[in-house]
């Protein structure tokens, strides 16, 4: 999830991203969500580490759902984060990272 949750965060943590993006050997495309969140899905494909969600066994389309309802009523850590998820806003926000590491695309998340 990290590379999907980066992206989201990425307007509000961009310095330390581009940190870690240089560590990755990333190139600077001017979009740093973008380049950290491919950059450590590279990473993680050298690894042989799973990148979407459909890659887990038992990580179904169905638990896509419940994931979302799941991570919106957790309204303390929605808050606490480094770009917090407004409550009115939880389950539109949640859908698009979620989806978005379901099927391994950042593009939507980037437009949040």
């Not at 949750?5 to 560590?23: C, G, H, N, Q, S």
């Not at 494909?45 to 759902?65: H, M, Q």
Request: aromatic letters at 10%; proline letters at 5%; hydrophobic letters at 40%.
């Amino acid at each position: 999830m990290l590379p999907y949750y980066a992206a989201y965060y990425a307007p509000v943590v961009m310095e330390k991203l581009k940190t870690l993006a240089e560590i990755l050997g990333v190139e600077d495309s001017g979009n740093i969500g973008k380049d950290f969140a491919e950059g450590l899905m590279r990473f993680y494909r050298k690894l042989e580490f799973p990148v979407t969600l459909t890659e887990f066994k038992d990580f179904s389309e169905d638990l896509v759902d419940k994931a979302i309802v799941d991570a919106s009523q957790n309204k303390m850590k929605l808050e606490a984060m480094p770009r917090p998820i407004p409550t009115g806003e939880s389950e539109e926000v949640l859908r698009t990272i979620i989806e978005g590491a379901y099927n391994g695309t950042i593009d939507e998340i980037l437009r949040l």
